[in-house]
């Protein structure tokens, strides 16, 4: 018998010691047309990221924490939010403004362990509040029973100067890969690019710069190490010194992970944060443009090497309307375009739907948003944004302050609304609702029964197409239209797991 008989042999022997049996017949395949399909599980750990809220001395900063209740998920589990110190590795729980929040449980001696926020349990939001310029970029996790869903919204009030009103951001999980359409380096504009790294390990990030004639030329945006635990602010106009209107930002990370959001501040009308657009794709949808819009600017970009041709239209509550001047728009490659559509909605709710007027080429866009006249206006940005999914959640809504926005670019659906109870006393309250197909529908939204501070809204697919949503927040100063937009994409609380069933005939192979 040859040597590599027996080495054969003795590995099969070998193998099936450690499994218990070994079969030499044919694997059976009666049953592979009737595989069982992936469960959807929920997930056991979830990481979210805030940047730093503000340089003004006249910031307040509102935190609200809150994870849905999900099926069949272990009892136990914790979240905490902690500091990151720019540049630096983070101190657990040091608080560059003045901070308080429901959760600060631990003694003041010990700085290390004073989680900034610490939920306590699902359904149930939490709040906290920081002020000053000083408030540093949040580094969140949550396990076991918090994580599925967890929810956390920055909104911060500036009362003078720029960038003064509302600016409110989802603070957001870490990824590798970011696009920013509507950025600017315009006069009068002052645009940051803020990173957060959660990791014990620094994060080598590109940032790379597209105005309406294709690249700009820098090598400030390259390489940019940001170190572990830390956060990290680059002013756009540094990285390059051409003043672009209309400007998209591409973060790429060249190892580790970051958190990455533009925060967008203007001299005249506010400012805002800007998220990371949906991924490239053909077909686009911008949910959510507050009715009251005086100004609205779309802003496109292809990163391939393909112009791309989009229908524009606005879904409206009455169904599809084309904007007059404005059928198709033309983004050349690698070049971002802009658009003015000006007062596109009217007075009704509206969402933008982009698509192809022939083929399908990748895009990125958002717009960029004006409330109010005069000295009284500000400015927010819309993304264009993946469905609702399975289930979404705004946190920090507040009485007669909020307008959830609910579009369905398709085939009519039909959704579930729970408001969550209030951080401070209040009952739950569910409203179902079905939006027709190609309409937008800004709904009257429930909210808790003996409201106490603010809650939660957590958006359902029930049946139907796919729909999206946003929710608008007003501010607190009825002098000025302050007001913050964001979307609502599906949370990804559960995840696919295929069913793995024991394969021994790789041994005959």
Known sequence: MKRTTLSLIACATALAAVTGFAMVSAPDTSGAATATPAARLPVERTSLLCPAPSTSDLAETAYTSFTPVTEGVEEKGSAGLTTAEPGGAAEDGGDGGKSEGKGDKSDKGDEKEKPVLEPEKPGEPVAGKTSGSEAPALIGTAEGSHAPGWTVQQSTEVAAGTGRGLQGVNCAAPDTEFWFPGASTSSGRTDYVHLTNPDDSAAVVD???????????????????????????????????????????????????????????????????????????????????????????????????????????????????????????????????????????????????????????????????????????????????????????????????????????????????????????????????????????????????????????????????????????????????????????????????????????????
């Open 207 to 509: 940032i790379e710069l597209y105005g309406k004639d294709g690249a700009l030329k820098s090598t400030v945006g390259e390489g940019v190490t940001v170190p572990p635990h830390a956060s990290e602010a680059l002013l756009l106009s540094t990285l390059s010194d051409v003043e672009e209107t209309d400007l998209t930002v591409h973060v790429g990370v060249r190892s580790g992970r970051v958190g990455a959001a533009v925060q967008a501040l203007d001299d005249k009308t506010g400012g805002d944060w800007l998220t990371a657009a949906a991924d490239p794709a053909g077909e686009l949808v911008l949910p959510g443009i507050p009715k009251d819009a005086t100004a609205v600017r779309l802003v496109l970009f292809t990163p391939g090497g393909t112009d791309a041709d989009l229908k524009v239209r606005l879904a409206s509550p009455s169904g599809p309307i084309t904007p007059a001047g404005h059928e198709t728009v033309h983004v050349k490659a690698g070049m971002t375009t802009g658009v003015d559509l000006g007062e596109v909605t009217r007075g009704e709710a509206g969402s933008l739907v982009l698509t192809p007027t022939g083929q399908s080429v990748p895009v990125v866009a958002a717009v960029r948003v004006v409330r109010g006249k005069g000295g009284e206006q500000e400015s927010a940005f819309v993304p264009a944004s993946d469905p609702v999914g399975a289930r979404a959640t705004a946190a920090d809504n507040r009485a007669k302050r909020t307008t959830l926005s609910l579009v369905a670019p398709g085939k009519d659906a039909k959704v579930k609304v729970t408001a969550s109870a209030g951080t401070e006393g209040g009952t739950t309250a569910t409203k179902t609702y079905t939006v027709k197909g190609g309409t937008t529908q800004d709904v009257d939204a429930p909210v808790p029964a003996g409201l106490k501070g603010t809650y939660a809204l957590t958006v359902e697919t029930v049946s139907g197409g796919p729909v999206h949503a946003s929710r608008t927040l007003t501010g607190s100063d009825e002098d000025v239209a302050s007001f913050t937009v964001q979307t609502l994409p599906d949370d990804r609380g559960t995840v696919s797991v295929p069913r793995a069933d024991e394969d021994l005939s790789v041994l005959q192979r």
